[in-house]
């Protein structure tokens, strides 16, 4: 068999090719609603999900994500091979409207073969965390931010446009099936192993009015789906991490506001680093540039609103009953005192989570020009010491450490 088309027949390339591209999303369709649905039950509202639940959502995302993208890689190889390569004329060219329906279809499956993991992609990489991509290539995407709004932008194209690849996929194999049984030509056997030929008809449709059609397809799933309202609504371009400071005595000596900051967490997910911060916050700090003769500098009382953590595609996980619990447990606190050991400045002091006491120390940098001051610090705790994910005990699956940074600005109360 050829390896390449002639005007009535296709080369060994092309249907190895078509029979790849068939396979490997006809697999992926099914691994997607299988991880959909393992991810609902993980999710649902009184689900308490054991690590074994966890671990198979996260591999059947890996699989599905995995599998999309050598689809994308695998469509563009077709396409550059089909560029090179003479394109068998329709069988039923002069059967007008059948023919420019065929074409049509055929534009939809070339542009959603590239458009919809394409779309996944993107999605995966302005996520933060969960199911990695199983390839040694990283996880994100040049010029992709990593923001929740890009990501359910992307989340919601990929859904639609999906749907536009599978109806394509139903025309196409419904067509098939008719040339086959119906019409008993070779339009089908053309693309089975072996060398089977079909002459086209003289009349062949064009390419216009099938792009057309194509490109009109897209835009009413589009625009339907903006009708239905299911495009996020947000036109945030970055994520808000901001810190809620409570208004400091204006007597009090030593006290100061702070301006801005960000409260960071990050995790170790499956061996991949998963980032999140807490948006709301409060942060009461007095601090006196001269120590007392204990080495006292002053103190910190902070405190965390644990609904407020956004973790990427983790974030109800990690804020469920298993994790930070935030429905019964809403606040965090740290409370310390800030003490000159050495030549450096540490917060000594106990960290309270779901009702949990632990001792914490560690340093903190600290730059004051005038009324001004910068602040950051960064340390470890092991969630297990706060009763944190007790029913994930492989630390490869999630990792024991997870660690919290800081930085913010604070100006001297008057």
Request: aromatic content about 8%; hydrophobic content about 45%.
């Amino acid at each position: 068999m050829p390896s390449s088309n002639t005007h009535a027949s296709y080369g060994s390339v092309a249907k190895v090719f078509h029979w790849l591209t068939a396979l490997l999303i006809l697999a992926n369709i099914g691994l997607g609603l299988l991880a959909t649905w393992q991810a609902d039950a993980v999710q649902a509202a009184g689900a308490q999900p054991g690590p074994e639940e966890i671990a198979r959502a996260a591999w059947l995302f890996s699989t599905h994500k995995t599998l999309g993208l050598t689809v994308f890689f695998v469509a563009l190889a077709r396409i550059v091979w089909a560029l090179g390569q003479t394109k068998p004329g329709l069988l039923n060219g002069d059967h007008r409207a059948e023919a420019v329906l065929a074409e049509l279809v055929h534009w939809l499956l070339y542009g959603s073969l590239v458009l919809v993991p394409l779309t996944g992609w993107i999605d995966h990489a302005a996520t933060t965390g969960f199911a990695p991509i199983w390839w040694p290539f990283g996880q994100g995407l040049p010029f992709v931010p990593k923001i929740p709004h890009v990501a359910e932008l992307f989340a919601t194209l990929h859904y639609i446009l999906q749907w536009v690849l599978i109806g394509a996929i139903a025309l196409h194999v419904a067509g098939a099936v008719k040339h086959h049984v119906i019409d008993k030509d070779a339009t089908l056997r053309r693309m089975l192993p072996g060398h089977t030929r079909g002459e086209p008809t003289a009349k062949q449709p064009g390419h216009t009015l099938p792009v057309i059609g194509a490109l009109a397809v897209w835009a009413v799933a589009l625009l339907g789906a903006g009708y239905l309202g299911w495009f996020p609504s947000s036109h945030d371009t970055a994520p808000a991490a901001q810190s809620a400071q409570t208004a400091p005595s204006a007597t009090e000596a030593g006290q100061w506001q702070v301006t801005s900051g960000d409260l960071n967490i990050a995790i170790q997910q499956m061996g991949q680093e998963v980032t999140g911060h807490f948006s709301n916050w409060t942060a009461n700090i007095t601090y006196d540039e001269t120590p007392d003769a204990e080495g006292v500098h002053g103190a910190v009382e902070v405190s965390i609103d644990t609904a407020s953590l956004s973790l990427g595609s983790v974030t109800d996980q990690a804020t469920g009953p298993d994790f930070l619990a935030s429905g019964s447990f809403p606040t965090a606190n740290y409370k310390a005192t800030l003490r000159q050991n050495g030549d450096r400045l540490n917060a000594d002091g106990i960290l309270t989570i779901r009702s949990i006491e632990i001792p914490l120390s560690f340093p903190v940098t600290l730059d004051i020009d005038g009324d001004n001051a910068t602040a950051s610090g960064e340390t470890i705790v092991d969630r297990r010491a706060f009763g944190i994910g007790d029913s994930v005990t492989d630390a490869g699956s999630l990792a024991f450490d997870v660690v919290i940074s800081f930085d913010l600005t604070a100006k001297r109360a008057e």
